[in-house]
């Protein structure tokens, strides 16, 4: 049965049906112009020696995170490491080990050897999660966390009440500890990254930071021991069991790049979306992270796509693919063949064609209950093919923030006028990027906060800054993400082999994804809900069926059944892109491990093929292996920005290390090796 609406225009939160019909423009969609529209250009390329680096990590925090943390953990020390401490090369370049320190002074190397990069001696470190909330849904996320994506939602952890995490609002993290599985929680706050800035900042007292300022807001941490731990903590601290409908990107360009961040969102009197207010705690806290001269990282963990909805898309009513009460509309027919195709729209207007007849929408123009199109945490997942419209944000948004002087704020985005009229996503650069500006506006000096994040501001103070020196060379955006290992053939010994050409990016993405030209696709990286038995464009391109053993495939174990069958309505999922051996197996009857659990807690309830892969294929209620999805909008990102992106796997090749601890392949040592290869170029003299 279908849900039937009722509409309070006079309330400010959503009510608890929403209506079916989208009132918005046959487009539809924030994929429209894109990016640069008043003719602004790049920041500049030209190489800068960059000494100081503001490290940002946006780390997934949904259920299924936590044995990616883990990795993420042990790879913290050894990415510190090799910055602060950078190898000595011999006469031919070779690494013979790490430098050290004389005294004040870091980065010696025995005689006849020279330094790989001078030592990194003052860094920030710090943490965005992927959760941002219920975004005006409906407040029910079908993620794993387990139901709410309300700030004020709670989890069950060892018989303990514990906090969500679910709206962390892009702000630093200073949790600390690790998720918990019996007693108490474990959290905390480090000493070290106190509010309200919430970072760390590395200032050894060596002799090149003499008669320099410290970090300002926060103490300086000189101990590399003391930065390792402290790391790790906050790590350890993002927790997995956050919203489930994950912001990867938003959440950093938010931080970072949004010139005006809202400080919370509401209805209008006609139902449509609008942000109120601006974010001081943002701003204070990217005024004093972020400084103009810096090399700029931003290291980005998920296993699954970007999930983020625009909820100003659609003319406002983007929101509504946030809640269950709401039916999305299904996509014409020409979307089936080509979602790019000027006549693919939503079956709910009845679009009239050129000739006079009207797409065949059969049955009802909404989408089925059990249609993967349906669940709520699957509907980011080929949006303009499913629905003939796609509310989230055009990708070019998030490559403009990273390499333009000029980025637009939340009217160049929507210009007014144009939110209530169907409009598309404008994207007109009308601000100076905070990323490439001279200064920063400081909340506790430049404005006045009302005491409660939220403040009446002039636009003209966040949006004209003084443009800065920092050239896009000096960004760096790394993925450790849903793809197979096996399609970026990483070499510790070959930067050169290392490198993914165009053909491997053919492999990974398929030939145009903006395009929706998936030619030459590793089926692997196919989202789809049903088993990936070839792809459309080649037959013969065949994983291992559901019927096959667990580890028929040694990417992917096997593929499996979701949505099909008797038990559709508890299985709706996506086929992976990798899985990897947990280090202990999960029992998934265990209560404390419920929110983390990819299996059945009901062993005899699932036939054959419907058990996952990561699952034991005898006691279908202990979990063997964890999963990631294909991050295909993270990936697509690294793409684009050439050699300013990097692309690693979030599925390790090794997960045990060897006996001397030097394995290359273990955990998340490639990303580490290949973000370091990358930026050392900006380190250089």
């Known amino acids: 049965m279908k849900r039937s609406i009722a509409v309070v225009l006079s309330s400010l939160t959503l009510a608890a049906c929403a209506p079916k019909i989208l009132d918005l423009a046959s487009d539809g969609g924030s994929g429209g112009s894109g990016t640069r529209t008043d003719g602004s250009t790049p920041a500049s390329m030209a190489h800068v020696q960059a000494q100081k680096i503001d490290l940002l990590f946006m780390i997934d925090n949904s259920a299924s995170m936590g044995d990616k943390q883990v990795y993420l953990q042990a790879a913290i020390p050894e990415l510190i490491d090799r910055l602060v401490r950078p190898s000595c090369l011999d006469a031919s370049g070779n690494p013979q080990g790490p430098s050290t320190v004389n005294g004040t002074t870091d980065g010696?190397?025995?005689?006849?050897?020279?330094?790989?990069?001078?030592?990194?001696?003052?860094?920030?470190?710090?943490?965005?999660?992927?959760?941002?909330?219920?975004?005006?849904?409906?407040?029910?996320?079908?993620?794993?966390?387990?139901?709410?994506?309300?700030?004020?939602?709670?989890?069950?952890?060892?018989?303990?009440?514990?906090?969500?995490?679910?709206?962390?609002?892009?702000?630093?993290?200073?949790?600390?500890?690790?998720?918990?599985?019996?007693?108490?929680?474990?959290?905390?706050?480090?000493?070290?990254?106190?509010?309200?800035?919430?970072?760390?900042?590395?200032?050894?007292?060596?002799?090149?930071?003499?008669?320099?300022?410290?970090?300002?807001?926060?103490?300086?941490?000189?101990?590399?021991?003391?930065?390792?731990?402290?790391?790790?903590?906050?790590?350890?601290?993002?927790?997995?069991?956050?919203?489930?409908?994950?912001?990867?990107?938003?959440?950093?360009?938010?931080?970072?790049?949004?010139?005006?961040?809202?400080?919370?969102?509401?209805?209008?009197?006609?139902?449509?979306?609008?942000?109120?207010?601006?974010?001081?705690?943002?701003?204070q806290q990217r005024h004093d992270f972020l400084r103009p001269d810096s090399l700029v990282v931003i290291i980005d963990l998920t296993d699954e796509n970007d999930s983020e909805i625009d909820v100003r898309a659609v003319g406002g009513q983007g929101y509504l693919f946030m809640s269950t009460a709401f039916d999305p509309p299904r996509g014409t027919s020409a979307c089936d063949s080509n979602p790019g195709a000027s006549d693919c729209t939503t079956c709910a207007h009845g679009v009239a064609y050129p000739d006079g007849g009207v797409d065949p929408c059969t049955g009802d123009p909404y989408q089925d209950k059990y249609d993967w199109g349906y669940d709520l945490n699957l509907r980011h997942v080929h949006m303009k093919a499913k629905y003939g419209l796609d509310p989230q944000f055009p990708i070019n948004r998030y490559l403009n923030g990273l390499t333009s002087a000029t980025v637009p704020d939340r009217n160049g985005e929507y210009p007014p006028g144009v939110e209530g009229d169907g409009g598309s996503y404008a994207g007109v650069n009308d601000c100076t990027n905070p990323l490439f500006a001279a200064s920063l506006p400081d909340p506790a000096s430049d404005f006045a906060p009302d005491g409660s994040n939220v403040t009446t501001i002039d636009p003209t103070t966040l949006c004209k800054l003084t443009p800065g020196g920092r050239p896009a060379s000096n960004v760096f955006y790394a993925v450790i993400g849903g793809v197979p290992h096996q399609l970026l053939h990483y070499d510790p010994n070959s930067a050169a082999n290392s490198q993914l050409t165009q053909a491997d990016w053919v492999k990974i993405l398929g030939n145009d994804p903006e395009n929706y030209d998936y030619t030459g696709i590793d089926p692997h990286m196919v989202e789809s809900q049903t088993p990936r038995n070839g792809t459309p464009l080649d037959p013969?391109?065949?994983?291992?069926?559901?019927?096959?053993?667990?580890?028929?495939?040694?990417?992917?174990?096997?593929?499996?059944?979701?949505?099909?069958?008797?038990?559709?309505?508890?299985?709706?999922?996506?086929?992976?892109?990798?899985?990897?051996?947990?280090?202990?197996?999960?029992?998934?009857?265990?209560?404390?491990?419920?929110?983390?659990?990819?299996?059945?807690?009901?062993?005899?309830?699932?036939?054959?093929?419907?058990v996952s892969p990561v699952c034991d294929p005898v006691t279908v209620t202990q979990q063997d292996y964890a999963k990631a999805y294909p991050t295909v909008r993270e990936l697509l990102l690294a793409k684009k920005l050439g050699t300013q992106g990097i692309a690693s796997s979030i599925c390790p090749t090794d997960i045990v290390d060897n006996a001397s601890g030097t394995d290359a392949l273990y955990g998340y040592r490639p990303a580490v090796d290949m973000i370091v290869r990358q930026v050392k170029s900006s380190l250089l003299p």
């Open 540 to 610: 013969s391109n065949v994983l291992a069926p559901p019927t096959a053993a667990n580890t028929a495939d040694p990417i992917n174990g096997r593929e499996w059944i979701t949505n099909e069958g008797a038990h559709a309505d508890l299985n709706v999922d996506l086929e992976y892109a990798c899985i990897f051996p947990l280090a202990t197996p999960r029992d998934c009857t265990n209560a404390d491990n419920s929110l983390a659990c990819d299996c059945s807690t009901m062993p005899g309830v699932l036939d054959g093929g419907e």
């Open 108 to 283: 010696v190397c025995p005689s006849g050897q020279t330094v790989e990069f001078p030592p990194v001696h003052d860094m920030h470190l710090g943490i965005v999660s992927s959760s941002l909330g219920p975004r005006l849904g409906d407040q029910t996320s079908a993620g794993a966390s387990g139901g709410a994506c309300l700030s004020t939602a709670t989890v069950m952890i060892g018989g303990q009440s514990v906090p969500a995490n679910n709206d962390d609002q892009a702000h630093l993290l200073d949790r600390t500890g690790n998720t918990p599985t019996t007693g108490n929680p474990v959290t905390g706050t480090s000493t070290d990254a106190p509010a309200p800035d919430d970072f760390l900042a590395w200032f050894p007292t060596v002799s090149e930071n003499a008669g320099k300022a410290g970090p300002a807001g926060v103490p300086a941490v000189t101990s590399e021991t003391q930065l390792d731990s402290d790391f790790s903590d906050l790590v350890g601290g993002v927790q997995s069991f956050g919203c489930g409908i994950e912001s990867q990107l938003e959440s950093w360009y938010r931080f970072l790049i949004q010139p005006d961040p809202y400080a919370s969102l509401s209805l209008d009197q006609n139902m449509h979306a609008q942000w109120v207010g601006v974010d001081t705690a943002i701003l």
